[in-house]
């Protein structure tokens, strides 16, 4: 699917490389408020890294979508880690500072995992918060997740 339209505001598309600009001016100009959370920040030092970013997902062959409010970039959210054997995935997300508090990534992740378990046939999602990012361990909490653990160095 490469279009998942979510509400009269919101829909996921499909990441292409042509989307590489936005995100790496995104990163770069919100650097202090992403890194906090996001490691990847730090190697992210010129476009090129996110194209290559981008041509790794198309490799690894993952579902990575942009995340556009309004007709704005917000940020990016997919699968990662794909386990098709065992009919697994995990679901990362991050979201531009100023689209926070909106429910933009609660109401994409409630329709990536209609997708992944009626499309996909994926029947266990995982998702993995940094310990301390309270706004994004209550997305999950929202959508019914349990928690099974606290990786705290890793």
């Known amino acids: 699917m490469q279009t998942i339209p979510i509400n009269a505001e919101l829909f996921l598309k499909i ?18 408020y992403l890194r906090k959370w996001l490691p990847f920040v730090d190697y992210t030092r010129e476009e090129e890294d996110t194209v ?9 062959e993952e579902k990575v979508y942009v995340l556009n409010y309004q007709n704005d970039f917000a940020g990016l959210i997919g699968f990662r880690g794909t386990d098709n054997f065992n ?6 997300y991050w979201l531009s500072e100023p689209f926070q508090k909106k429910g933009i990534v609660t109401n994409a992740v409630k329709a ?12 266990r999602i995982e ?4 310990v301390g990012n309270e706004a994004s361990s209550r997305i999950p909490q929202k959508l019914g997740f ?9």
């Open 15 to 32: 990441i292409e490389l042509s989307d590489a600009k936005t995100i790496f001016e995104t990163i770069n100009s919100q650097r202090t």
């Open 112 to 123: 990536l995992v209609k997708y992944a378990f009626t499309e996909l046939g994926i029947n």
């Open 87 to 92: 009919r697994k995935t995990e679901i990362g």
């Open 52 to 60: 290559r970013f981008i041509k790794a997902v198309y490799k690894d």
């Open 127 to 130: 998702i993995n918060c940094a």
């Open 146 to 154: 349990k928690l099974e653990g606290i990786e705290r160095d890793g």
